[in-house]
């Protein structure tokens, strides 16, 4: 398992089939915290937010580059 893996199982209801006593002795073994989770955690959110947000722009300016297109009058 990942550290978010544990820290997901331990904290945040994560299913598993390992019981809690062996995840949580996994997770002191390698020296993780409640406060590392928590700042391990925002830090996905936060990423995958501005990846989304980054998203959004590139297909608004797709948009207008499509909608901008020239129209010739017809001969």
């Not at 406060?35 to 300016?61: M, P, R, S």
């Amino acid at each position: 398992m990942s550290n978010l893996q544990l820290c997901d199982t331990l904290y945040y209801g994560r299913s598993s089939n390992q019981t809690l006593a062996a995840i949580g002795s996994e997770f002191n073994r390698r020296g993780l915290s409640k406060n590392w989770c928590d700042t391990e955690t925002n830090k996905l959110y936060f990423t995958k937010t501005v990846d989304w947000f980054a998203g959004q722009i590139e297909h608004k300016e797709d948009s207008e580059e499509e909608a901008s297109a020239v129209v010739l009058p017809a001969n």
